[in-house]
């Protein structure tokens, strides 16, 4: 009898053991989930990054370099259907100077197709080395009106650590694209959707 006691004790310490290893690899509230990617070429250079951050995540990714903000809605509306509960989204790099009017109904018609039931993280803009402060102003101010609305401030990230950003002053540098994602998973992990 004691040596069948002995082996349950020893069974339940390493099942706890084991659910403890299991909770500290998954995040810190021992969650995984599931997320979309829709952007630009920023998120293509941080896509593989993110995936060793969110490890057991599920990451359906619908990036193209180039990619304007009003291409990115037209590919959030198609998969509307279809968006994780998380939807991380890299818009504004590509688009012209003086259109940041536009650019705030375009991200109004993201909020919407999200919907309030999803959580939205969208990187601030940088371009040429510097913020793109119109740009970024307009989701200040869509995080500012919606609180499923959460920023990962890449601009506020290169300017504190200047070997994020590579040579061409848009993209990140390999060590940046790891911040990018680092600062990404760190959002995705807060979102009440997640």
Do not use: K
């Amino acid at each position: 009898m004691r040596i069948l006691l002995a082996l349950l004790a020893v069974a339940a310490l390493a099942a706890g053991a084991y659910v403890l290893v299991l909770r500290d690899t998954v995040g810190p509230a021992g969650q995984v989930g599931s997320l979309t990617l829709v952007g630009d070429s920023l998120n293509v250079g941080t896509d593989p990054y993110l995936r060793d951050e969110l490890d057991g995540w599920t990451i359906d990714a619908h990036d193209r370099v180039g990619r304007q903000t009003w291409e990115g809605v037209e590919e959030l509306r198609r998969l509307r259907a279809s968006l994780a509960p998380v939807v991380v989204v890299s818009l504004g790099t590509n688009d012209g100077d003086g259109t940041e009017g536009a650019f705030r109904d375009y991200v109004a018609e993201a909020i919407g197709i999200v919907g309030p039931r999803r959580c939205l993280l969208w990187a601030t803009v940088v371009r040429a080395g510097a913020p793109r402060d119109g740009f970024n102003a307009v989701l200040e101010d869509a995080r500012a009106d919606h609180s499923n609305v959460r920023l990962v401030d890449w601009a506020s990230l290169v300017e504190r650590e200047p070997g994020t950003l590579a040579l061409d002053t848009v993209h990140g540098t390999p060590e940046g694209y790891a911040r990018r994602a680092e600062e990404t998973a760190t959002a995705v992990r807060r979102c009440p959707a997640a």
